[in-house]
């Protein structure tokens, strides 16, 4: 089976940066993908790292250590439209079923 | 392009009714998900179909809830009878075969009372 680990809460101030953890505990793994969900929202693609090392798209990147079975998502120049919950997701091979870890909400104050 | 539709978007239902969800996947998306989000909670993957076929519906509790997709287009899942645990979001994605991206329809929150 799988599991994730993630904070449950960050909270942040505008325009700081700020990084989510994902630590994740599975028999296979393929690659990991980070989803930003707001409230009553549909989850929406961040970011996906297949293989170790940092992933940039804008102002997201997404960081992979697959020895440490450890990524995390780094959020830079906060904005108060990236306040949502961040999910880490683990696949065992390519289109494969996700398995979501809890989230992190974020909040970013002004 | 469409994005992944589905409907009702929300349904109130009384315990041991049953109810069913529709989903229109992406055009070309072979794949399709259906998943459960209780609130505070992360999506828990239900069933996952290439085509019509069912690909993996280990999670799927069949004594109540069932799932197909026909003609390998839309896609329905039903829960029957449904319990008071089953109020949550039922989310519908679909990807390419070897898509690394899951896109996600907007969900039918469902309350059962």
């Known amino acids: 089976g799988q599991s994730l680990e993630q904070p449950s809460e960050v909270t942040a101030v505008e325009g700081a940066i700020v990084q989510i953890n994902c630590t994740y505990q599975?028999?296979?793994?393929?690659?990991l993908s980070w989803y930003q969900q707001h409230d009553g929202g549909a989850p929406t693609f961040l970011s996906y790292?297949?293989?170790?090392g940092l992933e940039e798209t804008g102002r997201f990147s997404s960081f992979l250590s697959r020895s440490d079975s450890y990524g995390y998502l780094l959020l830079q120049e906060l904005q108060m439209k990236d306040s949502a919950s961040y999910f880490c997701?683990?696949?065992?091979?390519?289109?494969?079923?996700?398995?979501f870890g809890g989230g992190t909400r974020l909040m970013v104050k002004p | 392009e469409a994005g992944v539709a589905q409907s009702p978007r929300y349904k109130i239902i009384e315990k041991r009714q049953s109810v069913a969800f529709w989903c229109n996947p992406i055009?070309?998306?072979?794949?399709l998900y259906w998943y459960q989000q209780i609130l505070g909670q992360g999506p828990k993957l239900l069933i996952q179909?290439?085509?019509?076929?069912?690909?993996?519906d280990s999670q799927l509790p069949k004594d109540r809830f069932s799932a197909e997709r026909l003609k390998g287009v839309d896609s329905t899942l039903k829960i029957q009878p449904a319990k008071l645990e089953d109020s949550a979001v039922y989310l519908c994605?679909?990807?390419?075969?070897?898509?690394?991206?899951?896109?996600f329809g907007p969900g039918t929150r469902l309350t059962v009372l």
């Open positions: 994605a679909s990807s390419q075969p070897t898509g690394d991206e899951q896109f």
């Open positions: 599975t028999s296979g793994f393929y690659g």
């Open positions: 790292n297949g293989l170790d």
């Open positions: 997701a683990v696949s065992t091979h390519a289109g494969n079923m996700l398995t």
């Open positions: 055009s070309g998306h072979a794949t």
């Open positions: 179909f290439q085509n019509n076929g069912v690909v993996d």
